[in-house]
């Protein structure tokens, strides 16, 4: 089966620019994720999707990050406006429901400069 | 919070040798799971293990856990080059899973 797509694959921005992260999950999981990965540390959660519904957003900052997910499926993170400490790598992954391992994308690494 | 914590931070192993990783954790969990993430690339799955089970094997993995000391190991024998990576250990309900830290594994030819 295809994996969970993710692009771009990298991004450079400039610090107050805005930027966009798109995940496509595997077909048939309900559950889509949204982790932050700085580096040298694990995956942090920023949003959690059931089909298309929020299920835990509690550690996104929600004052410049933004996600939606169009019609349970396709996904995407926003950060408007970015700061120099959202430089990381923003993992998309997706299961079939909670209970089951996690299938991740390679991920879209950002640099804030 | 239920995140774990890995321990050792960092391991150097010859290839060949066994590796042996440790994850601990605070609260009552659902299911413990061990990811792998080579450098500069997303997490893979390896092993998912169950609070009513105590042990799973997986090729060459061997997971254990042990609910009252809050603790699992993740044992991987006969070491290969490709082994080196970072693993993380993941707590969870049935709803969310939080990441460790992670342990690095250099496996030295």
């Known amino acids: 089966e295809a994996g969970v797509a993710q692009s771009p694959r990298y991004k450079i921005i400039e610090k107050r620019q805005s930027v966009a992260f798109w995940c496509n999950p595997i077909s048939g999981h309900a559950t889509l994720y949204w982790y932050q990965q700085i580096l040298g540390q694990g995956p942090k959660l920023l949003i959690q999707?059931?089909?298309?519904?929020?299920?835990?957003d509690s550690q996104l900052p929600k004052d410049r990050f933004s996600a939606e997910r169009l019609k349970g499926v396709d996904s995407t993170l926003k950060i408007q406006p970015a700061k120099l400490e959202d430089s990381a790598v923003y993992l998309c992954?997706?299961?079939?429901?909670?209970?089951?391992?996690?299938?991740f994308g390679s991920g879209t690494r950002l640099t804030v400069v | 919070s239920q995140q774990g914590e890995e321990d050792p931070q960092a391991l150097s192993i010859q290839e060949g040798e066994n590796a042996t990783m440790n994850c601990s954790y605070k609260?009552?969990?659902?299911?413990l799971q061990w990811y792998r993430q080579n450098s500069g690339r997303g997490l893979v799955h390896l092993i998912l293990?169950?609070?009513?089970?105590r042990e799973k094997h997986s090729g060459r993995l061997r997971v254990t856990l042990d609910t009252s000391k809050k603790s699992s190991s993740l044992l991987i024998t006969a070491s290969r080059a490709a082994d080196t990576a970072s693993y993380f250990c993941a707590t969870g309900d049935d709803y969310k899973l939080s990441f460790g830290a992670g342990t690095t594994v250099t496996v030295r030819a």
């Open positions: 992954a997706s299961s079939l429901s909670g209970g089951y391992g996690y299938t």
């Open positions: 609260t009552s969990i659902n299911n």
């Open positions: 293990i169950r609070s009513n089970e």
């Open positions: 999707f059931q089909n298309n519904g929020v299920v835990d």
